[in-house]
């Protein structure tokens, strides 16, 4: 799978827009981009994915660039429960594992 | 997630003894994952099972065994718990869909183990 890298850290105000930014320059055309979250030590939470179109949940929205070599995961109106560790993985279908690498720990200010 | 349970929630043990982390759910799943995390870390896969006659080892397999009783169980023993082993231990369940081929991991609330 490919690697990816994201910043260690992001700060946010509540009620502002969360953007997390994923790079993953060396994925392949049948890999697709995995969000979970894990909120202080409880079990991680998928949150959305996506294979080259931008896609959106009742979570969050995910943009993929074009050449698929970056992502973004958007929190349109961040709360301070959205304070986690942010996982950005690629993974293909098929494949069993999956990648978790350091993350961006993103904290939502008051 | 509640569809996804995990027993004890918390253990302490000592060096050598043999130790037991249960994991339930209620998703209807047929794939079920055992990862460890380390402090600061990410998540690495110890063992997954397909169905109950499928086992296969992960990446860090060594000193683990696990068991799966049946579609909706899935044990993680260790045979001679060592400190090193201290670790937050996360199930999951897979939720595989061919039709747009994706599989979602969906992970349970996590036992922290401490080997003393």
């Known amino acids: 799978d490919a690697k990816t890298t994201q910043p260690p850290s992001m700060d946010c105000a509540e009620g502002r827009a969360a953007n997390l930014p994923c790079n993953h320059s060396?994925?392949?055309?049948?890999?697709?981009v995995y969000w979970y979250r894990q909120i202080h030590s409880q079990g991680p939470q998928y949150i959305i994915h996506?294979?080259?179109n931008n896609e959106t949940n009742e979570m969050a929205s995910l943009i993929i660039t074009e050449d698929r070599k970056s992502s973004t995961l958007i929190l349109p109106h961040a709360t301070l429960r959205d304070t986690a560790v942010y996982y950005c993985?690629?993974?293909?279908?098929?494949?069993?594992?999956?990648?978790f690498g350091t993350g961006t720990r993103l904290t939502i200010i008051p | 997630d509640a569809d996804v349970t995990q027993t004890p929630r918390n253990r302490i043990t000592k060096t050598g003894k043999r130790i037991m982390l249960e994991c339930s759910q209620t998703?209807?799943?047929?794939?079920m994952y055992w990862y460890r995390q380390d402090p600061g870390l990410g998540l690495q896969l110890i063992y997954y099972?397909?169905?109950?006659?499928?086992?296969n080892k992960g990446e860090i397999s060594d000193g683990y065994s696990v068991s799966r009783q049946a579609q909706a169980k899935f044990s993680l023993s260790l045979e001679s718990a060592i400190p090193n082993q201290t670790a937050l231990y996360f199930c999951?369940?897979?939720?595989?869909?061919?039709?747009?081929?994706?599989?979602?991991?969906?992970f349970g609330p996590g036992t922290r183990l401490t080997v003393l």
């Open positions: 999951a369940t897979s939720d595989r869909r061919l039709a747009d081929s994706t599989d979602t991991q969906y």
């Open positions: 060396t994925i392949s055309g049948n890999e697709y």
């Open positions: 996506g294979l080259k």
């Open positions: 993985i690629v993974k293909a279908f098929g494949n069993e594992k999956l990648t």
């Open positions: 998703k209807g799943h047929d794939r």
């Open positions: 099972s397909f169905d109950v006659k499928d086992i």
